[in-house]
């Protein structure tokens, strides 16, 4: 029987969500693919997910494998909100009138690029005193840039490719330095020019640059402007013309058309409505139905009634493809979506999407759609084969990036940035190796079977030059990142590593707080309440009375603040040997540091070596961490019905080894993941 798209009763949103009526009206229409109405109900609730929109990360990375692009689109985005941790939460990916437009925007440039055929390098030379410039005035053939700014055109690209920029300039010279330039494409330095000409003999200076299908703004950009009124002296730049040559070295092929135009659509209906199967089943990740091709094909025959030709019907039913909810959003349909007894398994083509954006944050391959045609993925057997294959996969990186970066906020480094004047050594380079670090750590426990409490008192890790010198360890060579193993006890662990050191504190001091909280919520799942209200912070003081930890244990002494600080702080305190950046030290503003701690229960611990093997033998790290990989997979947040789901996976990941691999394997293979419920009579859960 016919199935509705339909989405669960929201939840709190922290912005209205938005869908534009067409969109709606499609997104509502009748698909093929699903479960059978006498599908049998377990007795357990997996659960329900809000229909999924694509994130940021998920639409470039989708883009990228369905088209073969280049193109990051979604970098123009307005960023994802996150919740419980993470940005792939259904609930809070609404989707607002802007990114409705924006989305519209990257289907016509996303189509155009595809549908193109670039035909042999053609030249356009544009006259500069046809054009406006950000300062100076056009002269009779020229335009004086009297001052430093740019004089831009507007081009487009026909396709992606290399392209030849080139621009006759000449100066009024003045002042010790030539007139200097740069000429822009899409805002990027394509080349930078000293040029020591003047009228009586201009030059033409020339860069190659790439640049990708579309409108871009080429420009030259005047940098040194001179002015000495006394003296009379006034640097100029004149700019004749500006010319764009390209693409260069193109002999008519398009990679990205050839994957799509399987046949020569010239040749009549029938291999239009092949194209557009075979795109539209990709794109939708499911076989679409004969209606929903009926509609596509009559896109592309409106356009050559109209005089188009059917290339251009192509790009204008794949623009409606890329704007389509069913490429989107991540639907799952439920057979009667009001049954009495709502639960039931997720189809193959259903499933094969949630194993893929789990594991790549992408759309299946050809292979996990093989599965799916061929209802091998409600086999778990075939589901753990599918994982092993996917995560031997490069695209797996995005599971190292996408959730181990928001698990362990070394996405943080991103918008953190310690003081220049507490900490001087800071700057970009080390930010990235530390980042960098902490993702190749991870990575070593994700491929190489390694048990997951290991990582709180593993004995190496991945330095480059930069790092070794910031930890005081030695060199490992100049070839970028070598696995090194780690004598200095107190660098053992992923604790130790700058990423977490610097994430979890202010720009200008450390914060047991921020770290004992980061402990408790991203290690344990145990979140602490939140402050009274009034309740203050730590107050900068000019002339330091004590280390942060003596000023906090007087914070501490206050009633209100001691019940949630009690295990807070104490696990904080363990990170005191590491500064702001990760610096180790045994003094804070000339008091010594005091790194021991009592937990509730009575384990006393002296420095981050010792907690971090207490936390590596908690059985709430172990539970925690399932729990996190169980949302991150499902995309929605924990709920009360997930509790025995959550006891059965944790134990059965201690029977197996407590090793990555195996947490994906069972977190695949549980019945939040491979199954869903309905709405209950009503709308009640």
């Known amino acids: 029987m016919p199935r509705s798209i339909t989405s669960h009763r929201p939840r709190p949103r922290r912005r209205g969500g938005f869908i534009p009526p067409l969109l709606l009206a499609a997104a509502l229409a009748p698909a093929a693919i699903g479960c059978s109405d006498d599908a049998a109900a377990p007795a357990t609730d997996p659960g329900r997910v809000t229909m999924h929109r694509l994130n940021r990360a998920e639409y470039n990375n989708t883009v990228r494998d369905l088209l073969g692009t280049t193109r990051t689109p979604a970098d123009d985005f307005p960023a994802d909100d996150r919740g419980y941790g993470f940005d792939n939460i259904s609930d809070v990916l609404s ?24 035909s042999s390098s053609t030249t356009l030379r544009v006259e500069a005193e046809t054009l406006t410039g950000q300062v100076g005035q056009a002269g009779a053939e020229d335009w004086n840039l009297w001052s430093s700014g740019e004089l831009p055109v507007t081009h487009e690209f026909p396709s992606t490719g290399k392209y030849r920029i080139a621009a006759r300039v000449w100066g009024n010279q003045a002042g010790p330095d030539p007139v200097k330039l740069n000429l822009l494409v899409g805002g990027t330095i394509a080349g930078s020019f000293d040029v020591s000409e003047t009228s009586a003999n201009p030059v033409v200076v020339e860069a190659e640059a790439d640049a990708n299908a579309g409108t871009q703004v080429v420009s030259v950009e005047f940098t040194n402007d001179y002015y000495d009124e006394a003296a009379g002296a006034d640097r100029n730049l004149h700019v004749d013309w500006i010319e764009i040559e390209g693409p260069l070295g193109v002999v008519g092929e398009n990679p990205i058309r050839e994957r799509i135009v399987v046949c020569d659509p010239t040749g009549g209906a029938a291999c239009v409505r092949e194209i557009l199967q075979k795109f539209a089943e990709r794109a939708f990740r499911r076989p679409v139905t004969e209606a929903e091709l009926d509609r596509l094909a009559g896109v592309v025959a409106l356009a050559e009634q109209q005089g188009q030709t059917v290339d251009v019907g192509l790009e204008i039913a794949l623009r409606a493809i890329l704007t389509s909810p069913h490429f989107l959003f991540r639907p799952e349909l439920d057979p009667n979506p009001n049954a009495a007894v709502p639960a039931h398994p997720l189809d193959d083509f259903e499933l094969a999407s949630r194993l893929s954006y789990f594991l790549w944050s992408s759309m299946p391959d050809e292979e996990l759609f093989t599965a799916a045609r061929e209802s091998k993925l409600q086999d778990p057997a075939e589901i753990e084969a599918q994982v092993e294959r996917m995560l031997a996969d490069p695209k797996a990186a995005a599971l190292v ?207 981050l070596t010792e907690l971090s093997g207490i936390l590596a033998e908690d059985p709430r790290f172990l539970h925690c961490i399932s729990e996190k990989m169980l949302t991150y997979a499902l995309g929605r947040g924990h709920e009360p019905a997930d509790a025995d789901d959550l006891k059965h996976l944790t134990k059965a990941l201690d029977d197996r080894g407590k090793r990555f691999v195996d947490l994906i394997k069972l977190v695949a293979t549980s019945e939040p993941f491979r199954m869903r419920r309905g709405e209950t009579p009503g709308g009640a859960k």
């Open 95 to 118: 989707i607002s009138p802007l990114q409705a437009e924006l989305y519209a925007r990257a289907a016509e440039d996303l189509a155009r690029e595809a549908m193109n055929l670039p």
């Open 401 to 607: 990036d996408n959730f181990a970066g928001q698990w362990l906020f070394t996405r943080a480094l991103d918008d953190h940035q310690p003081d220049y004047y507490a900490f001087p050594t800071w700057d970009a380079t080390l930010r990235e190796s530390m980042r960098q670090e902490t993702r190749l750590f991870f990575q070593e426990f994700l491929k190489n079977d390694l048990p997951i409490p290991g990582m709180l008192t593993a004995d190496f890790t991945y330095i480059d030059e930069r790092l070794a010198t910031h930890y005081g360890m030695p060199s490992p060579g100049p070839d970028g990142f070598t696995k090194v193993t780690i004598e200095d006890p107190n660098r053992k662990g992923l604790l130790a590593q700058g990423s977490i050191l610097t994430v979890t504190s202010y720009p200008t001091r450390t914060s047991p707080v921020k770290r004992g909280k980061w402990v408790m919520t991203q290690m344990l799942c145990s979140e602490p309440d939140a402050p009274p209200p009034g309740v203050e912070g730590l107050v900068t003081e000019e002339v330091p009375t004590g280390s942060i930890r003596q000023r906090l244990e007087i914070h501490r002494a206050n009633p209100i603040c001691a019940g949630c600080h009690e295990e807070m702080d104490n696990l904080g305190f363990g990170f005191e040997n590491f500064d702001g950046i990760g610096t180790f030290r045994t003094e804070d503003l000339g008091f010594p540091v005091d790194s021991s701690g009592v937990l509730p229960g009575g384990k006393t611990f002296n420095g």
